[in-house]
């Protein structure tokens, strides 16, 4: 059986576009797990959608631990293969299926759609991803580029976490999201954790998903996703670099030095959210402080 994850975060009209989009000529079961949202989808996923799981946390837990609540959700009911997705996105027709057909030919690997714009589904946004030396910046392959530049199959360094398949057993050897994440990167991480494992990444891109990007995020402070790129930027980096973590160390004190330069120069950049918001993802990674963004938890 296959089990398609998508996690909610106060856009239940997403989500129930999302699980709509499945599907497939297998057995699927669909899960849906809303991170404590305002107001609960429940009743109204129930209505559109009678034989969806809908699991409710009762605190907002991030992306990664709301995926991993899923796999555990989907492995217990019998599943065998999953699709994490984002509720922003909709899976293309046959998508589902040609991403069962592509784990017969690449088994145990991770493997990812095409991913392009749901305004301009000829347009990709992602077609996996690759690392920039030596500080481990991940990119995005293929954005802007035509869908039709795309043809084959391909292994990636990572790809993104807006839809990752995988058999329940890959699952087990790469082992669950890396929940000190919260919100970004922990796809990248997981990635780089199943080619650690001798696990390859593989975009499919005959299997298409249309994203609208950032949609979920999009709700959030600018201030707060730039606190979430540089703590979880030096939290991957300093995992992964591998000899190149003292380049990393070096990055992080020149980091260090500007914040304190600024701070004692112009003590207005104390009260600028947007600069500040650095200040704490710095601060907080040498403490070990992961999870939610604490200003707006």
Same mark, same amino acid.
């Not at 997403?14 to 599907?23: E, G, K």
């Not at 088994?107 to 095409?114: C, E, F, Q, R, T």
């Given at each position: 059986?296959?089990?398609?994850?998508? &996690?909610?975060? =106060? $856009?239940?009209?997403?989500?129930?576009?999302?699980?709509?989009?499945?599907?497939?000529?297998?057995?699927?079961?669909?899960?849906?797990?809303d991170n404590a949202s305002l107001d609960d989808p429940t009743a109204a996923v129930r209505d559109a959608l009678p034989g969806t799981q809908v699991l409710r946390l009762p605190a907002n837990c991030g992306y990664a631990a709301a995926c991993n609540h899923g796999v555990r959700a989907a492995?217990?009911?019998?599943?065998?293969?999953?699709? &994490?997705?984002? =509720? $922003?996105?909709?899976?293309?027709p046959e998508a589902l299926d040609r991403l069962v057909a592509a784990d017969r030919q690449h088994?145990?690997?991770?493997?990812?759609?095409?991913i392009v714009y749901t305004d301009a589904p000829d347009e990709v946004w992602s077609a996996g991803g690759y690392l920039e030396p030596p500080c481990v910046r991940n990119h995005h392959l293929g954005l802007g580029d035509p869908r039709s530049a795309h043809t084959a199959s391909h292994p990636v360094e990572w790809a993104t976490g807006c839809a990752l398949f995988f058999s329940r057993s890959t699952f087990e050897r790469i082992g669950p999201f890396d929940e000190k994440f919260f919100l970004y990167l922990e796809d990248v991480d997981w990635c780089l954790r199943a080619r650690r494992a001798g696990i390859r990444t593989w975009i499919i891109p005959d299997a298409v998903v249309r994203h609208e990007v950032s949609r979920t995020t999009g709700a959030l402070p600018s201030a707060t996703i730039r606190y979430y790129a540089y703590r979880n930027h030096f939290r991957l980096a300093f995992r992964h670099a591998g000899w190149a973590r003292v380049v990393v160390a070096g990055e992080l004190v020149w980091t260090l030095a500007k914040i304190s330069?600024?701070?004692?120069?112009?003590?207005?950049?104390?009260?600028?959210?947007?600069?500040?918001?650095r200040t704490r993802a710095v601060r907080d990674f040498l403490f070990g402080r992961f999870g939610p963004d604490p200003v707006v938890s």
């Open positions: 059986m296959i089990a398609v994850v998508i &996690v909610n975060w =106060n $856009d239940t009209a997403a989500s129930i576009r999302a699980l709509r989009s499945v599907q497939t000529s297998e057995p699927v079961l669909t899960i849906l797990v492995v217990a009911a019998g599943a065998e293969h999953l699709l &994490v997705m984002n =509720n $922003d996105a909709e899976l293309a088994p145990g690997s991770v493997l990812a759609p095409l330069v600024r701070q004692i120069a112009s003590p207005a950049f104390r009260h600028d959210a947007w600069y500040h918001a």
